[in-house]
């Protein structure tokens, strides 16, 4: 690859409200990270450059040309530096299923931050604050008053807050994807319309799974992975272990699969569907192989946690958003 | 909220339930009018992404209608629809969507009567739990 004499692609990567593991998922490049150095200048990264906050904000705007944001947007700072970094960047990709959908900090949309601080500060096992002190954004110290950022009650999307161009899915993402998408860039290749999800497939994970399926799925009982004795070919779903397969865009090699686990979701609905759950709900509605009203209430009753489980990695990028309380 | 009129979506199946509630009309039942009607081919063909968006879409309540069990006209859409309706049922629990704003019922094709008092009954429900506050809720993220 010849980019001795072009100029060297200015790339940022952030995140938001997220565990660190779409930062370190980029780092899994391993040696290709090489060729991505020869074309790329990382100008912000925080788990691995010591760039400040004002140092971003002394960037002209549009001066950086790819930005990965990962992470939901969960506190003040997380929405100031998407925001920040909007007016920044030519290119915003959200990064991960908490940029695309909420994540697994989205599930907070399930509670409030009320019921959250009581957790936490009060009620938890491990606490002993018989004041019930909680914290606040604001300290008064000699030396003047220290700040922190403000944690809101809703659990927002990265395009829920400013406009994103593309979305990269995953939990963390497939780092091949990634490196596909960013050599298109470096070289110049034309890049798919804004708004797509990218480094994805657009069919489900069902697709490319390397289990057996049958035709006709049909399950009695669903079971936790721990109950059922895995043959290692059979779909997990005729085994009655609860696969997000069926309703999850593929385009992450299976891995949980080839792991013997069940998907979970993390790549977020295929294109024609708009809702995760929603479309699971419908899949496993067919599978329930039982007729009767005192039957399906049982089974129903086997399916732990409906909203945990059929949107683990979407709770805010579902139709429904957050519950009502 | 005496005087609160609720919207109420109905997902009527065209083979028992459209023709049930055609016949409520025809033999000039009188019922309340907060009911729209939808008219799909069977209620197995109702996802859960269609109740959702009736919710976001300010729907207050919805209803569901299909041939009773054993008559579907497709063999077993009915069965279906029936299975995703209580997988439904636990999700918008958790989601904070009241009970009552959410049934599914079977309503044959000579069960006009039938269909009259199921609106009639869902509409007074849903009228005493006041507006449906998943939507201003929904609207909060965009």
Same mark, same amino acid.
């Given at each position: ?20 593991g ?16 020869k ?19 002394? %960037? ?5 040309d ?46 409030t ?7 936490a500060y ?7 604050n018989?004041?019930k002190?909680?914290?606040?954004t604001?300290?008064?110290m000699?030396?003047?008053?220290l700040?922190?950022p ?18 990269i899915?995953?939990?963390?993402p ?16 034309? /890049? ?8 994805? /497939? ?31 070919i059979?779909?997990? /779903? ?5 696969? %997000? ?34 479309? %699971?709900?419908s899949?496993?509605?067919?599978? %329930? ?16 946690d409906?909203?945990?489980?059929f949107y ?6 579902s139709? /429904? ?5 | ?5 609720p ?34 081919m069977?209620?197995g ?8 968006k ?9 209803? =569901? ?12 859409g009915?069965?279906?629809? *029936?299975?995703?309706y209580? *997988? ?8 904070? =969507? ?11 094709a ?10 009639n ?18 609207a909060?993220?965009t």
């Amino acid at each position: 690859m010849n980019t001795q004499n072009k100029p060297k692609l200015k790339v940022a990567i952030y995140w938001g409200a997220a565990c660190g593991g779409c930062c370190v998922s980029v780092l899994d490049v391993h040696e290709k990270v090489l060729d991505i150095v020869k074309a790329v200048d990382f100008v912000f990264w925080p788990i691995a450059l010591d760039i400040k906050y004002k140092d971003v904000d002394a %960037m002209p705007d549009k001066s950086i040309d790819v930005c990965l944001y990962n992470g939901a947007i969960r506190n003040s700072e997380n929405e100031h530096i998407a925001k920040v970094l909007r007016k920044k960047s030519k290119v915003l990709v959200a990064y991960g299923s908490c940029a695309h959908l909420g994540g697994i900090p989205g599930l907070a949309n399930l509670t409030t931050k009320e019921e959250i601080f009581r957790r936490a500060y009060e009620e938890s096992e491990s606490t002993v604050n018989p004041d019930k002190i909680r914290p606040t954004t604001e300290t008064k110290m000699p030396e003047g008053t220290l700040t922190l950022p403000h944690m809101y009650n809703d659990v927002k999307t990265l395009a829920q807050t400013v406009q994103v161009d593309y979305f990269i899915p995953g939990c963390p993402p497939q780092t091949e994807r990634l490196v596909e998408v960013l050599m298109l860039i470096i070289e110049g290749k034309p /890049l798919p319309p804004a708004g797509s999800v990218v480094g994805a /497939l657009e069919k489900t994970l069902c697709d490319t799974c390397p289990r057996t399926k049958s035709d006709k799925k049909l399950v009695k009982e669903f079971k936790r992975p721990w109950q059922v004795l895995d043959d290692g070919i059979t779909c997990l /779903l005729e085994q009655g272990i609860i696969c %997000m397969g069926p309703s999850t865009r593929g385009g992450c090699g299976a891995r949980c699969i080839s792991g013997n686990y069940p998907c979970r979701g993390c790549y977020g609905p295929p294109t024609d569907s708009p809702d995760p759950g929603a479309a %699971m709900m419908s899949a496993i509605g067919s599978m %329930m192989d039982v007729e009767k009203d005192e039957d399906i209430k049982k089974i129903v009753e086997q399916v732990v946690d409906p909203a945990g489980t059929f949107y683990r990695f979407s709770v805010p990028g579902s139709i /429904l958003r957050r519950a009502l309380k | 909220m005496s005087n609160f009129e609720p919207t109420i979506v109905a997902f009527l199946c065209n083979w028992c339930s459209y023709t049930g509630a055609d016949l409520a009309g025809t033999s000039r039942l009188k019922y309340r009018p907060n009911v729209r009607v939808i008219r799909i081919m069977c209620s197995g063909r109702i996802e859960p992404a269609f109740v959702l968006k009736a919710f976001q879409e300010g729907a207050d309540g919805v209803i =569901i209608c299909g041939c009773h069990p054993g008559d579907c006209h497709y063999h077993s859409g009915n069965y279906k629809a *029936l299975r995703r309706y209580y *997988l439904m049922k636990e999700y918008l629990k958790q989601m904070g =969507i009241e009970e009552d704003r959410f049934k599914l019922d079977w309503v044959s094709a000579s069960e006009g009567h039938r269909f009259a008092e199921l609106v009639n009954e869902v509409t007074g429900k849903v009228a005493a739990l006041g507006p449906c506050k998943i939507s201003s809720n929904i609207a909060r993220f965009t």
